[in-house]
Antibody
Framework: QVLLVQSGAEVKKPGASVKVSCKASGYAFTAFYIHWVRQAPGQGLEWMGWINPNTGATNYAQRFQGSVTLTRDTSITTTYLELSSLTSDATAIYYC?????????????WGQGTVVTVSS | QSALTQPRSVSGSPGQSVTISCTGTSTDVGAFNFVSWYQHHPVKAPKLIIFDVNKRPSGVPDRFSGSKSGNTASLTISGLQADDDGDYYCSSYAGRYSVIFGTGTKVTVL
């Protein structure tokens, strides 16, 4: 079955960086884009961007350009979300999600979420 | 780009129907038939319940239905059940390979 398993919770200080992983299994890893979505405390879901696991091409929401980097390692079917220059605003649950077959925008499988807390 | 607009909350008694609206613009909801809906319970991953405006993934009961008119999409939950309680989010393709989510609606089953 399709599974997206994310890395565990992180606590970071302001100014630091964090890298969250999302390991995919149960399907052809390079055939489906992976998107990242976050939910800050008390807020709604917010789309961050995607990576094409086949080519490594990425696209980011405007507000995250420059502070977010998506990468992948096809040898271990894993994608990564790296957040740099962390501020308290980055405290959130981060989800990876697989886009549906032949889709541009709906997500049929999700990771369990990774809590990132930024605190001094 | 602002989030799609949803009502903050809706409620209904078991067996009743509720409808959640999702209002966007002519560059997202109005421009594409790529609206999806997600059910989200706290500390769980969101679950896809509607895609491409009105299609249901396998396993989602037909109590959930979607529609769209102009810049507004809607999700209707018929025959409300206790486990329909939770947060619901719409999302839409917004062009230039981007996605936008709604503000979220809390559904309360009375």
């Amino acid at each position: 079955q399709v599974l997206l398993v994310q890395s565990g919770a992180e606590v970071k200080k302001p100014g630091a960086s964090v890298k969250v992983s999302c390991k995919a299994s149960g399907y052809a890893f390079t055939a489906f884009y992976i998107h990242w979505v976050r939910q800050a405390p008390g807020q709604g879901l917010e789309w961050m961007g995607w990576i094409n696991p086949n080519t490594g091409a990425t696209n980011y929401a405007q507000r995250f350009q420059g502070s977010v980097t998506l990468t992948r390692d096809t040898s271990i079917t894993t994608t990564y979300l790296e957040l740099s220059s962390l501020t308290s605003d980055a405290t959130a649950i981060y989800y990876c999600a697989r886009v549906g077959l032949n889709s541009l925008s709906f997500f049929d499988y999700w990771g369990q979420g990774t809590v990132v807390t930024v605190s001094s | 780009q602002s989030a799609l607009t949803q009502p903050r909350s809706v409620s209904g008694s078991p067996g009743q129907s509720v409808t959640i609206s999702c209002t966007g613009t002519s560059t997202d909801v109005g421009a594409f038939n790529f609206v999806s809906w997600y059910q989200h319970h706290p500390v769980k991953a969101p679950k896809l319940i509607i895609f491409d405006v009105n299609k249901r993934p396998s396993g989602v009961p037909d109590r959930f239905s979607g529609s769209k008119s102009g810049n507004t999409a809607s999700l209707t939950i018929s025959g409300l059940q206790a486990d329909d309680d939770g947060d619901y989010y719409c999302s839409s393709y917004a062009g230039r390979y981007s996605v936008i989510f709604g503000t979220g609606t809390k559904v309360t089953v009375l």
